[in-house]
């Protein structure tokens, strides 16, 4: 019989090939490498015609069929694409070249909603037959990544999570949107930054001892099914596009931390998506900047910025982009350039863009639009992604541009609940011992 289910590899080529199944339910391969889908089905011609007259949902199935339709039963994974994508991805027009792909619309108001949800339920799929013990989903945040991924597995039967956050270093909008729901959910405060966080999740995958124990994944976006969803939005901002500028080159602009989300989008790129190039904007984390200029990649600890959830000083997904275009520096800027910007610029690009156009952005939206505007070039019309909606960062943004910002509803019920978490050192003794208690069922 001929095998037809898509293999996934590990970018550090030294695991075995995966399933969809495996690389999904273990997040990291056994070498500590991320998965890879070994080959990018392109989408044909014609779907490219229709796209600007198809819907949202229909795009993002079509897209969605290309990377798991060999793997996953195609009326479910229709039911996993649409009920993941509950919320519209509006494009917004900022100025006469520049839009906003609006992404807060969700439960959470950030991004991260998309792929948190779709891996939810893409999770849920896989373990509905499954008789035994629980699966753990153990995650990092430096902010929304934990409010995303626990609101998206809240109340999914036979999977617990553990939401591991920096103490002090989230807003309190971001950490009541975790810690105040319970039920499958754990929040986990550590005493350290979010590269602790992470340090300690990747140790824990690891671990053999806890690993035997206990069945353990992981939902960054490291996990295939977060990161790979997150195209979809790639694909109907293009749509929304080209029905409104036909023929002109477009320009993509990604404000970046982990790096998935744009990751998502370079997958998209080999599937035939017509994005010109993509500039990839970093707060005072630039090593991705960094390596762009001089072709060396040198992670150090993260710095605290205005935009936290882009504070991440060793991005997980460069390996991935590194595998992606054969390990060339060449190839890699010939699609993607990048920018940075201090606090300062932040705040100076919320208050101008506000003042001028009359649009608010958030703080790393503001990277984006601003990465935009300096680099586009005659001819080219560019989005950014707005990543969170400017509540999230209320504080920041109230303090910068002088005006009060509203809350939406949803928000205010998160911070009407009791924050529960469970305090933790940053030593991967203190954890694992931690988690070698917990209930296995
Ligand atoms: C996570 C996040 C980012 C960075 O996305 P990556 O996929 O990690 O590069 C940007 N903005 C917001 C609001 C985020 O939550």
New binding site residues.
């Given amino acids: 019989m001929i095998d037809v289910t898509m293999k996934y590899y590990s970018t550090n080529g030294a695991a075995p090939l995966a399933t969809l199944e495996k690389a999904v339910v273990q997040g990291l391969a056994e070498d500590r490498g991320l998965y890879m889908p070994e080959h990018i089905n392109s989408l044909p011609r014609e779907f490219f015609d229709e796209m600007p007259s198809m819907s949202f949902h229909d795009v993002a199935y079509n897209v969605a069929s290309a990377f798991f339709g060999e793997d996953v039963d195609l009326d479910a994974l229709q039911d996993i694409v649409f009920d993941t994508l509950s919320f519209p991805c509006p494009i917004v027009q900022v100025e006469e070249n520049i839009y906003s792909l609006e992404l807060f619309h969700g439960p959470t108001l ?3 909603d998309v792929g948190a949800r779709f891996m939810a339920r893409l999770l849920g799929y896989f373990t509905q037959n499954t008789q035994g013990s629980r699966i753990n989903v153990i995650v990092a945040t ?4 934990g409010s995303a991924v626990a609101n998206g597995f809240l109340g999914v039967e036979g999977i617990h999570v553990y939401v591991l956050y920096p103490k002090g270093k989230v807003s309190p909008i971001q950490e009541c949107q975790f810690t105040t729901l319970g039920r499958n959910i754990t929040a986990v405060e550590v005493d350290g930054v979010f590269d602790d966080c992470q340090r300690l999740v990747k140790s824990a995958f690891m671990d053999e001892e806890l690993n035997r124990h206990m069945r353990l994944t992981s939902a960054n ?1 490291i996990n295939v099914a977060r ?1 790979l969803p ?1 195209s979809f939005y790639y694909f109907w901002a293009v749509a929304q596009i080209q029905k409104l500028r036909y023929g002109e080159d477009i320009v993509c602009s ?10 998502s989008a370079l997958f998209g790129k080999r599937m035939g998506l017509p994005i010109k190039r993509f500039i990839a904007a970093n707060n005072r984390n630039d090593v991705f900047y960094e390596y762009l200029q001089t072709g060396e990649y040198r992670p150090r600890p993260s710095v605290q910025t205005l ?1 936290n ?2 504070d ?1 000083g060793d ?1 997980s ?1 460069f390996a991935r982009i590194y595998d992606l275009y054969g390990k060339s520096h060449e190839a890699i800027t010939k699609d993607i350039s990048g920018a940075t910007y201090n606090d300062e610029q932040i705040a100076e690009t919320i208050r101008q863009c506000l003042k001028d156009t009359g649009y608010l952005l ?1 703080p ?1 939206g503001a990277c984006g639009y601003r990465a935009l505007k300096e680099n586009m070039r005659p001819g080219e019309v560019g989005f950014f992604l707005e ?2 909606h400017p509540a ?1 960062f209320k504080d920041i943004v109230e303090r910068i541009t002088g005006r009060s910002v509203e809350i939406p509803a949803c928000l205010a019920a998160f911070m009407q609940g009791r924050k529960v978490s469970v305090p933790m050192s940053r030593d991967f003794a203190d954890f694992k011992a931690y988690l070698l208690s917990a209930p296995l069922a």
């Fill in positions: 950030a991004f991260k430096s902010g929304d990544t976006s990161f997150q990604v404000p970046s931390g982990n790096f998935g989300n744009i990751c935009a959830a882009m991440v991005p997904n958030d790393h990543t969170a999230k």
